[in-house]
């Protein structure tokens, strides 16, 4: 007797999404429409010219933002309408990494990471340390553990602030231009390791991206223009 397979849900599932900034005459729809789905383990990559939507998006799914119109489906959760607890609960399972790194000025690159594994439960804080430490191992950062961010370069920044997203052990990862600050050799490094991170860990990736040495990482190709996705050519 053949029984049969479950269904394996997608990480993300998007029907319809609108979204507005503004009110009154100012209102502007910036979101229109969107409709796509992630699987788990599968790397997305966005691209699409500046100020098109594409972190508006990448913010919505992280339930930073309140979804106004449309479904948005994150692990089976609705966030539309969703209660701020929920949404919190939500994102201890999305690691987000911005272009803006958002690392805590007082804190230390290690503290800085260890802000990702104190996300997880059931570790003590000795083995959410070493988690600490061994992600800026990864990322090529042991020697700059204890610098806090103003004597980091740029790009030593956005290394840590990956380090700390994948601190975390996120089953989704939302990236806005991971590569932006990082030469050639480390955004190939980095890449690689989140599509290592995708298939060892189940972890669903959306990257936003205007790298185009990074492309062939992707298991599929989305592009944006004007808050649509634009249907690829066949």
């Not at 599932?13 to 429409?33: C, Y």
């Not at 979804?67 to 919190?88: A, M």
């Not at 000795?126 to 992600?135: D, V």
Request: net charge positive; with cysteine; proline share 4%.
């Amino acid at each position: 007797m053949n029984l049969p397979s479950k269904e394996i849900s997608p990480a993300v599932d998007i029907r319809g999404l609108n979204h507005w900034f503004g009110n009154g005459e100012t209102r502007k729809q910036i979101l229109q429409s969107i409709s796509m789905q992630i699987e788990p383990g599968e790397v997305v990559l966005l691209t699409g010219p500046s100020g098109c939507g594409k972190t508006t998006l990448l913010t919505l799914i992280g339930a930073l933002r309140k979804v106004e119109d449309g479904d948005l489906i994150v692990f089976g959760h609705q966030l539309r309408g969703s209660l701020r607890k929920n949404r919190q609960r939500l994102r201890r399972q999305i690691g987000m990494i911005f272009q803006g790194h958002n690392l805590l000025r007082c804190l230390t690159a290690e503290q800085n990471v260890q802000m990702g594994s104190d996300l997880l439960r059931g570790f003590s804080y000795s083995e959410r340390r070493n988690q600490a430490r061994e992600w800026l191992k990864v990322v090529g950062l042991e020697d700059q553990m204890n610098k806090l961010p103003h004597d980091l370069s740029g790009g030593q920044k956005q290394r840590v602030a990956i380090a700390r997203a994948l601190a975390a052990r996120p089953k989704l990862l939302l990236a806005d231009e991971p590569t932006s600050a990082l030469d050639s050799s480390t955004g190939r490094e980095v890449v690689d390791l989140l599509k290592r991170l995708a298939r060892n860990q189940s972890c669903s990736v959306l990257m936003v991206t205007h790298d185009p040495r990074i492309l062939d990482v992707a298991d599929r190709l989305l592009k944006m223009e004007d808050g649509r996705l634009i249907p690829p050519v066949r």
